[in-house]
């Protein structure tokens, strides 16, 4: 298993998994817990540690789940987004505040 951490000083921050952002969250993304191969994928499609990443739409029943993440719209299944880890912006925008 792969897991690429973003910068670390952001550490008394809590970390929260792709998957609880709500539509129009926005959180930085931290680090990624999956196998190298589906990491490497990932960080392909702009999945970067310290990468913006926004939620979107999802499909009927809530899965997939569309992200925007380097100017492109992602869609990712539960059962991935949940191996993100990220923390929200201070900004107060969406739940930034926690």
Same mark, same amino acid.
């Given at each position: 298993? !792969? ?16 998957? &609880? !952002? ?23 499609? +702009? /999945? ?8 979107? /739409?999802?499909?009927? +029943?809530? &899965?997939?789940?569309? /992200?925007?993440?380097? $100017? ?15 923390? /929200?912006?201070?900004? $107060?925008? #969406?739940? #930034?505040?926690?």
């Amino acid at each position: 298993m !792969l897991q690429l951490s973003g910068n670390k000083i952001h550490t008394e921050i809590p970390l929260s998994a792709l998957v &609880d !952002l709500r539509m129009g969250d926005a959180a930085i993304l931290d680090h990624i817990e999956l196998p190298t191969d589906d990491a490497r994928r990932l960080m392909e499609l +702009g /999945f970067l540690p310290g990468s913006r990443i926004t939620a979107g /739409f999802s499909a009927p +029943g809530g &899965d997939p789940r569309v /992200f925007q993440v380097d $100017g492109s719209e992602i869609a990712l299944r539960h059962t991935t987004a949940r191996h993100l880890k990220v923390r /929200f912006e201070s900004s $107060g925008k #969406g739940r #930034g505040k926690r």
